[in-house]
């Protein structure tokens, strides 16, 4: 069991951490004040991450990707996280490998543009009243023909103004038990797509979260992503190691960003003629920020191994979910009160990295959720979920 990493990996860690830290960061105060990624600055950084072989790294290589495992991916999305959600979508893409599950020409109108930038896809599940319960969805797709017609809402779509097709659940069959879901997937410019207001955030300043309406949308079997009926299926099955990335990985970035911040302040900062990092309490926010932060991290490689061997990671996923989320809050949190007041004022990134830390525990699956999927996987598994090796 080794934990030091291949020079391979030392290479492209230390490549994407210069580029966040060169060409990402510097453009967070700018998006902060104007609420928007400059268009022109937006490509200059997606041309600059290709150039580098640093765009779409999900990816296998055959379709034009990075072809990274998934223990390297998590790598690399760590490093994605030190900088602000929009630039990470611009800059690294938003391919998601459920297109992987297209046919052959899905893949050449949907997935090959995607991984070439020429393309940008949102995943659209969520509804008013479908959350964490995605079983719960009601937008229908009635049979028509050889098609479907679907009809319904969406809500909190990432992305949803930028991006030009959308992966879409429906309901193809509401008396089955459990219902049929199916994805689909809509162009923007389709009739009947209409998109709603961008839903103003917390945080998360400059990336848009929209509504989308679907008013009777034709589509043909040609946009059937995957098996009639198991959109449920393929959304779990491959939307579990964007959730460890986009979630997990990047939370625990995010942590360690703002726990440097915190020792150097703790460093640097006197009062009471001393640094604050000599008093004991200010100790224990920073020796408990660095436990938090490697066994969030340990469990992150655990998982993404897991799947590379082609093991179910489900519970894992639900784990690292849980603890990065809950890491990054309590870190954030610690930033904050270790600033002091400069900690609550706008001036310093320690305000905005605690407005964007407080999503991390909801999307993607609220932690009550996750703590649903790990005590029943203990519950059903036994001493193998406990004992190493059982």
Request: charged share 30%.
């Amino acid at each position: 069991m080794r934990f030091d990493l291949t020079e391979e990996q030392t290479m492209i860690v230390d490549t994407v951490r210069r580029f966040v830290h060169d060409e990402l960061i510097p453009l967070e105060d700018e998006i902060e004040e104007t609420g928007r990624l400059d268009p022109t600055k937006a490509k200059a950084i997606f041309e600059k991450s290709r150039a580098l072989g640093l765009y779409a790294t999900n990816i296998p290589v055959e379709y034009g990707g990075g072809g990274l495992s998934a223990v390297d991916t998590m790598l690399v999305e760590e490093q994605f996280g030190h900088a602000k959600d929009i630039l990470i979508r611009r800059a690294f893409g938003n391919v998601y490998e459920s297109l992987l599950e297209g046919t052959a020409e899905q893949k050449d109108r949907f997935l090959r543009p995607a991984v070439r930038g020429e393309r940008t896809c949102s995943i659209a599940i969520t509804e008013p009243d479908a959350g964490s319960d995605v079983a719960s969805i009601r937008t229908r797709a009635v049979r028509d023909g050889d098609g479907w017609i679907v009809t319904g809402k969406k809500h909190f779509i990432s992305d949803g103004h930028y991006s030009d097709f959308f992966i879409v659940s429906a309901v193809t069959d509401p008396e089955a038990r459990p219902r049929h879901v199916s994805l689909f997937l809509i162009d923007k410019d389709q009739p009947g797509v209409a998109v709603g207001r961008d839903q103003a955030m917390m945080g998360l300043t400059g990336t848009s979260h929209v509504e989308l309406f679907f008013e009777g949308v034709r589509v043909g079997r040609d946009r059937l992503l995957g098996a009639e009926g198991q959109g449920l299926a393929i959304a779990y099955s491959t939307l579990g190691r964007v959730r460890l990335a986009q979630v997990g990985a990047r939370a625990i970035g995010k942590a360690c960003r703002l726990a440097t911040m915190m020792t150097a302040q703790a460093n640097e900062r006197r009062q009471f003629g001393k640094a604050i990092g000599e008093f004991q309490m200010i100790q224990q926010m920073i020796a408990d920020s660095a436990i938090e932060i490697n066994a969030a991290r340990l469990m992150l490689l655990r998982a993404a191994w897991e799947i590379d061997q082609g093991r179910d990671a489900r519970d894992w996923i639900s784990m690292v979910k849980v603890e990065a989320a809950e890491t990054l809050g309590r870190v954030a949190d610690r930033a904050v009160q270790i600033f002091g007041g400069m900690g609550y004022c706008r001036e310093l990134p320690v305000e905005r990295l605690y407005r964007d830390a407080r999503i991390y525990r909801i999307f993607d699956g609220t932690s009550e959720i996750h703590r649903t999927v790990i005590a029943r996987g203990a519950l059903r598994r036994g001493a193998a979920a406990w004992d190493i090796g059982a």
